[in-house]
T-cell receptor
Framework: DTGVSQDPRHKITKRGQNVTFRCDPISEHNRLYWYRQTLGQGPEFLTYFQNEAQLEKSRLLSDRFSAERPKGSFSTLEIQRTEQGDSAMYLC?????????????FGPGTRLTVT | AQTVTQSQPEMSVQEAETVTLSCTYDTSESDYYLFWYKQPPSRQMILVIRQEAYKQQNATENRFSVNFQKAAKSFSLKISDSQLGDAAMYFCAYRSAKSGGSNYKLTFGKGTLLTVNP
């Protein structure tokens, strides 16, 4: 068990460019979540997957954002036509919902800076 | 919609002393989970302690304990014998115990930055 990993850890991009982030959850976890954290705020929920199915999306997730989890393993979050307001830390978490286990375990995050 | 409020943006404590971080929440649900997460500078968020709303007994994990007051919708974190490594941003979070939809998401407060003075 190596924990949740995210790649890249930092991304600097110019406004209007597309970016893609990857998250690898803890291997046996069936749920995967994406959150966004801006400076001075707590994380805010974006979307989550159960296995490969995307079951819920926040209204924060505009149509420029898309997330996938092919084969129920790793997930990608793509932002198209980035805007300066997209600058934030993007956090991935995973959980195994079984019995008394429901905690979400977080990755180190990808810090996006849009210039 | 549930909300979580942390009214202390910053707190400080002397090493080896005890500190209490406050958290209140608003919900119409009767069954839910509450969490405290720790986020050290430039490091990932880790779970400190969790509490199930149906349990009356307050959770404890080594030097960390909570005071869960369901009627008051209050969930404070007490850190005993504070250590330099406890310095971090602490987030209180809520999750519904219901199944389906957006019930699995965590709702976070804005956090409390804890400084530990040697």
């Amino acid at each position: 068990d190596t924990g949740v990993s995210q790649d890249p850890r930092h991304k600097i991009t110019k406004r209007g460019q597309n970016v893609t982030f990857r998250c690898d959850p803890i291997s046996e976890h069936n749920r995967l979540y994406w959150y966004r954290q801006t400076l001075g705020q707590g994380p805010e929920f974006l979307t989550y997957f159960q296995n490969e199915a995307q079951l819920e999306k926040s209204r924060l997730l505009s149509d420029r954002f898309s997330a996938e989890r092919p084969k129920g393993s790793f997930s990608t979050l793509e932002i198209q036509r980035t805007e300066q307001g997209d600058s934030a830390m993007y956090l991935c978490a995973s959980s195994l919902e079984a019995g008394s286990s429901y905690e979400q375990y977080f990755g180190p995050g990808t810090r996006l800076t849009v210039t | 919609a549930q909300t979580v409020t942390q009214s202390q943006p910053e707190m400080s404590v002397q090493e080896a002393e005890t500190v209490t971080l406050s958290c209140t929440y608003d919900t119409s649900e009767s069954d839910y989970y509450l969490f405290w997460y720790k986020q050290p500078p430039s490091r990932q968020m880790i779970l400190v302690i969790r509490q199930e709303a149906y349990k009356q007994q307050n959770a404890t994990e080594n030097r960390f304990s909570v005071n869960f007051q369901k009627a008051a919708k209050s969930f404070s974190l007490k850190i005993s014998d504070s250590q330099l490594g406890d310095a971090a941003m602490y987030f209180c979070a809520y999750r519904s115990a219901k199944s389906g939809g957006s019930n699995y998401k965590l709702t976070f407060g804005k956090g409390t930055l804890l400084t530990v003075n040697p």
